[in-house]
């Protein structure tokens, strides 16, 4: 951890995060795609002596000559999908490599992979193989993560869960395979944004996602285990405070996670124009509603989204069974638009996700958190957030 960081970690009164035998900032910086959170934000993060993490998803869109290779393919090509998951594989490991560059040694690299996506299995291999310190699985039960790292020991494999039976599930699952979580990510549905850990958007608000409940009943189970000290909590959706920090480290969490916050950050791997579509989205302009991967997630209320919420019933009315993807892969390995699935959603994830990274308001996606924001619409520098976080005195942060 770089002497600043340290001074920082001392001051604040919080405990450091141990993880992958290494000591670090109590401060998670969340994967974001698609491209949002790449090698740019998670080196920078991981430079300060935190945890940054490259959410792995359809990131040839930040390199010029791997689009050109692929934007003009012929999709109807038989080769055209392994031509793009070539195409993602090399950008990952490009972003890998970057990171750690820019991370000079401190901090941790993580690499964050759906479970939902297709490719799933091929992104943790080539993240692996690529040097990222984590594996960081989501939007889905990483049953057979253990499976696939087995020839990587020493990397530090964490899974996304939202209640205590999730974790119960996993970490059972894991120990017949004789490996334990290296941490767990306990995201809040109520609060993150994107893709959301909850069977319905009806379930958002349940009890049982709230932070008082699940991680003493988390910690309980890990006791029952005698595996409490072996697994150290991270708790994500609603942070923006040093208070908030000291609370949930309070409540036994080893580290908070942030999504939203990092991505409006200076170093964010995303336009201009999608930080201010974050930065300046109010409670009101924030919607729940169903991906076209079958999960909750939350997003700002764009012209795009809610002209695709006012005509999803008559489109999930005509949904039908595709022959193939229409951008020619499949980047869910279950797509409501794909399979027709009705009770799911009926767009194209990747392509609304690649519009919002570059800034295009009017046809992008725009996944964000539910809470507020440190620096209200300011676009600060990583280390501006990480100094708030800590306690630190921050001129322009938004008290309280």
Not at 30 to 46: I, K, N
Not at 369 to 375: D, K, V
Request: hydrophobic share 45%; charged share 25%.
């Amino acid at each position: 951890m770089p002497p600043q960081s340290r001074r920082w970690l001392t001051d604040s009164g919080l405990r450091p995060l141990n993880l992958g035998g290494r000591t670090l900032l109590p401060i998670v910086q969340g994967g974001m795609g698609v491209g949002v959170s790449a090698g740019g934000l998670a080196g920078t993060v991981a430079a300060a002596g935190a945890v940054g993490t490259i959410s792995s998803v359809d990131l040839r869109r930040l390199h010029p000559d791997l689009m050109a290779q692929t934007d003009q393919l012929d999709l109807k090509a038989p080769d055209v999908r392994a031509r793009i998951d070539a195409a993602n594989l090399e950008a990952l490991d490009r972003e890998i490599r970057r990171a750690r560059r820019l991370a000079g040694g401190h901090g941790l690299i993580a690499v964050n992979v759906m479970r939902a996506l297709s490719a799933y299995a091929d992104y943790v291999r080539q993240a692996l193989a690529s040097g990222a310190d984590a594996i960081v699985v989501g939007a889905g039960l990483p049953l057979d993560l253990p499976e696939l790292a087995q020839d990587h020991p020493r990397v530090a494999l964490i899974p996304i869960l939202s209640d205590a039976r999730g974790v119960q599930v996993v970490v059972r699952r894991w120990m017949k395979r004789g490996r334990l979580p290296d941490a767990i990510v306990l995201e809040h549905p109520r609060l993150a944004g994107g893709h959301l850990g909850a069977a319905r958007v009806a379930d958002l608000a349940d009890r049982r996602f709230d932070f008082d409940v699940v991680l003493p009943e988390v910690q309980a189970f890990l006791a029952r285990e005698g595996i409490e000290r072996d697994i150290p909590i991270i708790a994500a959706g609603g942070i923006s405070t040093h208070d908030d920090v000291r609370r949930l480290q309070g409540l036994g969490a080893a580290a908070v996670q942030l999504g939203t916050a990092f991505a409006v950050t200076a170093e964010s791997d995303a336009a201009e124009a999608f930080k201010r579509v974050l930065a300046r989205a109010r409670p009101e302009d924030l919607v729940e509603f169903t991906s076209v991967a079958g999960l909750p997630a939350r997003a700002v209320r764009t012209s795009w989204l809610e002209k695709y919420l006012r005509l999803e019933p008559r489109m999930q009315a005509m949904a039908h069974p595709k022959r193939r993807c229409n951008m020619g892969f499949d980047c869910l390995a279950r797509c409501g638009l794909r399979d027709g699935v009705p009770e799911m959603g009926q767009f194209c994830i990747d392509q609304q996700l690649g519009h919002a990274l570059q800034g295009d308001v009017a046809r992008g996606l725009f996944f964000r958190g539910a809470g507020r924001l440190p620096f209200g619409e300011a676009i600060r520098p990583v280390s501006d957030l990480l100094r708030w976080l800590l306690g630190q005195p921050v001129p322009g942060a938004v008290a309280g």
